[in-house]
T-cell receptor, first 114, second 109 residues
């Protein structure tokens, strides 16, 4: 149990589908993140939420839409994806106010776009 | 763009062997974190090094932060099959966390 739970673990979707990824943390953290992990590439930061406010959007295409209704929950809404969006999507959380606060990751959602 | 290069990219060894993984950058970091990611799971923090020249030990794992805080190394003594995984370094700079390119380690019995 990592303290950060992601669902679903696996997702296969067509290019015209709409789906959502969910992330939940019960660690009392105040920042949540979405990362994309592809083969042969470093972990790519997509979005950051500090105290429920989006503070970073790393030039992510609009077909990815994050939502953070409270400090414990984070969603990633997906629509009209491309095959190159197939990857492992990792959610993480941390304590913003603590120096060198590490990230606590979920186990990811393995997304395949067909 | 800040880049953290890890070497080697892949490493395949037998149990009992020693190995070293390197994490290099031209940028200075205020601290550096090492994570291990096992198959089917997310990365898990192993250690954070903060001071230039700092050495930290975690059982058979020894982590070192370079004097100039631009590089780091991870040395594993007498590797075990349980050490198999993806090792990621991540540098902290002005509140941003930059992940390295990763080293995939496979330890065979």
């Amino acid at each position: 149990e990592t303290g950060v739970t992601q669902t679903p673990r696996h997702l296969v979707m067509g290019m015209t589908n709409k789906k959502s990824l969910k992330c939940e943390q019960h660690l009392g953290h105040n920042a949540m993140y979405w990362y994309k992990q592809s083969a042969k590439k470093p972990l790519e930061l997509m979005f950051v939420y500090n105290f429920k406010e989006q503070t970073e959007n790393n030039s992510v295409p609009s077909r990815f839409s994050p939502e953070c209704p409270n400090s414990s929950h984070l969603f990633l809404h997906l629509h009209t994806l491309q095959p190159e969006d197939s990857a492992l999507y990792l959610c993480a959380s941390s304590l913003v106010d603590r120096d060198n606060s590490p990230l606590h990751f979920g186990n990811g959602t393995r997304l395949t776009v067909t | 763009t800040q880049l953290l290069e890890q070497s080697p990219q892949f490493l395949s060894i037998q149990e009992g062997e020693n190995l070293t993984v390197y994490c290099n950058s031209s940028s200075v970091f205020s601290s550096l974190q090492w994570y291990r990611q096992e198959p089917g799971e997310g990365p898990v923090l192993l250690v954070t090094v903060v001071t230039g020249g700092e050495v930290k030990k975690l059982k058979r794992l020894t982590f070192q932060f370079g004097d100039a805080r631009k590089d780091s190394s991870l040395h594993i003594t007498a590797a075990q099959t349980g050490d198999t995984g993806l090792y990621l370094c991540a540098g902290v700079n002005t509140d941003k966390l930059i992940f390295g390119t990763g080293t995939r380690l496979q330890v065979f019995p």
